[in-house]
């Protein structure tokens, strides 16, 4: 059974940092890329960041460019997405997805909510 478990959300003051996790099981995990994406309020679901199975390249909207950055595990099977200089916009329920490249996705996590404060 494929599963992402996300963790890591909560709630965070502007300027501030946090770090998601997204622990994968029940696939081969570095066989996929993992994505980030994430959905605020009465706003559709928008990607945030992806890297490659190897690790060795990474994607990011503009938005979030030289504030966020994922990363993975293999080893783990986990992939993380450290947030810093956190901003108000950044406020969403965040999802890991795991897929054969960036924004193609075969499997979904739950979500874990961001809020931050201004």
């Known amino acids: 059974q494929v599963q992402l478990v996300e963790s890591g959300g909560g709630l965070a003051q502007s300027g501030g940092s946090l770090r998601l996790s997204c622990a994968a099981s029940?696939?081969?995990?570095?066989?996929?890329?993992m994505n980030w994406f994430r959905q605020a309020p009465g706003k559709e679901r928008e990607f945030v960041a992806a890297i490659s199975w190897s690790g060795g390249t990474t994607w990011y909207t503009d938005s979030v460019k030289g504030r966020f950055t994922i990363s993975r595990d293999n080893a783990k099977n986990t992939a993380f997405l450290q947030m810093n200089s956190l901003k108000p916009e950044d406020t969403a329920v965040y999802y890991c997805a795991a897929g054969p490249s960036y924004t193609i996705v075969d499997y979904w996590g739950q979500g874990t909510q961001v809020t931050v404060s201004s």
């Open positions: 029940g696939f081969t995990f570095n066989n996929y890329a």
